[in-house]
């Protein structure tokens, strides 16, 4: 019993060693630094004579320890460019501020990359990703600083990761890190940041401006940049201000889920955390330029993409950042069918003027049941004009008699239902086919993929108008024969107005996008091809129904 009673005494000790060893030397460092930190502060702090030192826990009622920051900064100001498939970016120590982003698959009118840092930042010494506190003396140290790079620069290929590491801290608690997450072949930049002032955590934001993109001289007036605005997405909704009707009321939002510096075709999206960011749209003056600049001001972002407003991009960073591309209005819905269509049929021919045909070639087939009917009423009420003139003859005070009027509105209804006729018949289509036309001009008024996209021979742009006005004249053309070729149930004062408005949309169409004009112009000789088909058909009908009358 004794030999077993030592055998399980020695195994118990062996146990606590091995326990001793292994377990508790593996504890974390920070609660033995805090018990020993505990010890050293209760055995300074002496007791008053003749009474009992409370045992209330050292940490409630004596100041945390801090743990000094060793300085850290660059000794010369430089710059590390990031090269990826998709764009060249030149960012600078001073600051660990944005300098240069340009887009390699997007020209500009001088066709060089694409440059979306604004050239007044150099001229205004403000640049994206600054800092922004309400502590001026702190915004200024952190904002010129001389940051350390982990990387003197980054060359990425498709689908090659790399990170760019800035870090500044100074002796007197200040504290400065800010990580860039690329990846080759992507627009989207992660971002993670520490920041600390007077060794706490610092409530900052990020800055992006004074603006996006530049604006040329030789850019057509449909082009956009060097300005633009604010684009936040909150509860599922997307507010906007530009720098055209800033307001300061208007210009800051809570809850945000994402927050944009955008212009018509590029943005700077950022994501917030946790759907509960800030994000501020601010206009500054400085003393000697009268003209303002804006910035935009969010909490501190996990991701960016920085890049065209792309549908199928946007479509996968998720968190309704499709929604910053504008499709607005009553007839969004449509502008998003199109959009998805067109890039569908420019999957199988890679020519954005070829998918629009297509497209409206089936616009046609899908509404030619409807177009026809129209075509028919019409058609009977050209038939029964006669009839007409002669009830407007027996009625000639109508005008003046509101008796009169009313018994002529009743016998010309008698007389349409008689015939089978909707007086609202010839309307109807267009008041249908109104929600395809808005697409159409919406869609190839914001969609970047139309931008600098050829079309055949002189058509280099469908974004843009027609550089030699041929499709608007082609348009009017059309328009008038299709005009010509159209039933009409309108007395003769009525065509004749009828045949102005071709030359009225000439006119209106020669600055809109070729793209459209080009929907417009398929549109009418489709209409021109199926109004020759169903005149052919009427005819034939006519003939039939005379025939049967005479065998009767």
Not at 200 to 220: C, E, H, M, R, S
Not at 357 to 385: N, V
Not at 460 to 477: C, E, F, N, Q
Not at 528 to 536: E, L, P
Request: aromatic share 10%; net charge positive.
């Amino acid at each position: 019993m004794e030999k077993r009673l030592l055998v399980a005494i020695i195994v118990s000790f062996l146990l606590l060693a091995v326990y001793q060893i292994f377990f508790i030397k593996k504890m974390p460092p920070a609660e033995q630094v805090q018990t020993t930190q505990q010890a050293a502060v209760q055995a300074a702090t002496p007791s008053p004579a003749g009474q009992v030192q409370a045992q209330t826990p050292v940490q409630e009622t004596q100041p945390a320890v801090q743990v000094p920051i060793q300085a850290v900064s660059a000794q010369v100001e430089s710059d590390i460019v990031v090269d990826t498939p998709l764009f060249l970016a030149k960012w600078g120590n001073k600051g660990a501020i944005l300098k240069s982003f340009r887009l390699k698959k997007h020209l500009d009118v001088k066709q060089e990359a694409l440059e979306l840092i604004p050239a007044r930042a150099s001229e205004l010494g403000i640049f994206p990703f600054g800092l922004l506190t309400e502590d001026p003396a702190f915004d200024s140290e952190v904002n010129s600083a001389l940051f350390q790079a982990s990387v003197p620069s980054l060359v990425l290929k498709d689908g090659e990761a790399g990170e760019l590491v800035f870090k500044y801290a100074s002796d007197a608690g200040v504290k400065v890190e800010k990580t860039i997450l690329f990846k080759g072949g992507t627009y989207e930049l992660g971002l993670k940041f520490d920041i600390l002032k007077n060794g706490q955590k610092a409530d900052a934001k990020l800055v992006w401006g004074p603006g996006i993109g530049n604006i040329y001289a030789a850019d057509p007036k449909t082009r956009t940049g060097g300005g633009g605005g604010m684009a936040v997405y909150v509860a599922n909704k997307v507010y906007r201000v530009n720098d055209k009707k800033y307001k300061p009321e208007l210009g800051s939002y809570n809850f945000v889920n994402w927050a944009a510096f955008e212009d018509n075709y590029f943005a700077a999206l950022f994501f917030l955390p946790g759907e509960n960011g800030l994000a501020s749209f601010i206009q500054k003056k400085k003393e000697a330029d009268p003209v303002p600049y804006y910035l935009l001001a969010i909490s501190l972002p996990e991701k960016a993409y920085i890049g065209p407003k792309e549908y199928d991009a946007l479509i996968a960073q998720g968190r309704g950042a499709k929604n910053l591309i504008s499709f607005s209005g009553l007839f969004g819905w449509m502008e998003e069918i199109l959009l998805r269509a067109l890039k569908l049929f420019h999957g199988l021919i890679p020519n954005w003027g070829v998918a629009i045909i297509i497209l409206t070639l089936i616009a046609k087939i899908i509404f030619f049941p409807l177009t026809y009917s129209s075509t028919k009423s019409m058609a009977k009420m050209q038939e029964i004009q006669p009839k007409i003139k002669a009830l407007r003859a027996k009625h000639k005070k109508a005008k003046q008699d509101i008796a009169q009027r009313r018994q002529l509105n009743e016998e010309m209804m008698k007389l349409y239902k008689e015939h089978g006729i909707n007086p609202a018949g010839g309307c109807l289509p267009i008041l249908i086919q109104l929600p395809v036309f808005w697409g159409f001009f919406r869609v190839l008024s914001i969609g970047i993929e139309f931008r600098h996209s050829p079309f055949v021979l002189w058509i280099k742009d469908l974004s843009i108008r027609d550089p030699y006005y041929v499709t608007p004249i082609l348009m009017g053309a059309s328009q008038f024969i299709q005009q010509k070729m159209t039933p009409t149930g309108a007395d003769p004062a009525q065509a004749r107005m009828m045949l102005i408005m071709p030359v009225v949309m000439t006119i209106f169409f020669m600055n809109f996008q070729s793209g459209l004009v080009l929907y417009w112009l398929t549109n009418n000789v489709l209409q021109i091809g199926q109004q020759a088909i169903m005149n052919k058909m009427m005819k034939k009908k006519r003939e039939r129904d005379g025939q049967r009358a005479t065998a009767r």
